[in-house]
């Protein structure tokens, strides 16, 4: 089956650095990723919308110097959480759509998280 | 406003038994309804998918049913196993046409289940 592969799935940092993400699509092209955010014991909140070859489209309240995205390639987006500090400490995932389904019903591929830890 | 609210908050049940999970929305337009399953420190994996049309999917021991009229959704765990210990997310989409599609996730439900 569809698979989406995402890199780091932990990663610890010093307050201040920055950290890359990367999500990829192992076996299907997908011209739009999303990302989201997940805090203990609650859903998940989408960030951003990643669109291949064009800027992102972020969610309300969602800062986009703070959360750079990158969506090069039709099977690789990155987030980048820029001068990470303790607060930006979370669970990030990542999901694709198939571009061969139907983009209404067709199936959403998760990747199995990263697990941000600012100190 | 597009809501996706999920009861109950948590679950305890013994392995073996069967258990229900609802889901409420109010999204508009509607387009589709999933629920997925997700493991503590991973991603979500997809159960099933309905449509307007079909009140009813099964995805082995798991089911979902849908009443688009009332706007609400259930998935039934049969014969649970300690393996079904996990978050059980309802998600439904709301499509505006074309490339516009957004997905509103309800809050979850955790699931424990004991030997």
């Known amino acids: 089956g569809a698979v989406v592969s995402q890199h780091p799935s932990r990663v610890i940092c010093k307050s201040g650095t920055s950290v890359k993400i990367e999500c990829r699509s192992l076996?299907?092209?997908?011209?739009?990723m999303f990302w989201y955010r997940q805090f203990p014991k609650q859903s998940l909140m989408l960030m951003a919308t990643?669109?291949?070859?064009?800027?992102?489209?972020?969610e309300q309240g969602v800062e986009k110097d703070k959360f750079l995205i990158n969506h090069a390639s039709l099977t690789l987006s990155t987030l980048t959480v820029t001068s990470a500090h303790p607060e930006d400490s979370s669970f990030y995932i990542c999901?694709?759509?198939?571009?061969?389904?139907?983009?209404?019903?067709?199936?959403?591929?998760f990747g199995e998280g990263s697990r941000l830890t600012v100190l | 406003k597009n809501q996706v609210e999920q009861s109950p908050q948590s679950l305890i049940i013994l392995e073996g038994k069967n258990c229900t999970l609802q889901?409420?929305?109010?999204?508009?337009?509607?387009?589709?309804l999933r629920w997925y399953k997700q493991d503590t420190g991973r991603g979500p994996v997809s159960l099933t998918i309905?449509?307007?049309?079909?009140n009813t999917k099964s995805n082995g021991r798991y089911t979902a049913t849908l009443d688009a009229d009332t706007k609400q959704s259930s998935l039934h765990i049969t014969a649970s196993q300690l393996s079904d210990s996990a978050s059980y997310i309802c998600?439904?989409?709301?499509?505006?046409?074309?490339?516009?599609?957004?997905?509103?996730f309800g809050t979850g439900t955790l699931l424990a289940v004991q030997p």
């Open positions: 999901s694709a759509r198939d571009l061969g389904l139907d983009f209404n019903t067709g199936e959403l591929f």
């Open positions: 076996d299907f092209q997908a011209t739009t």
């Open positions: 990643s669109n291949e070859g064009s800027k992102a489209t972020y």
């Open positions: 889901c409420n929305y109010t999204v508009s337009p509607f387009s589709n």
């Open positions: 309905m449509t307007f049309s079909e």
């Open positions: 998600v439904v989409s709301a499509w505006y046409g074309g490339a516009t599609n957004k997905l509103i």
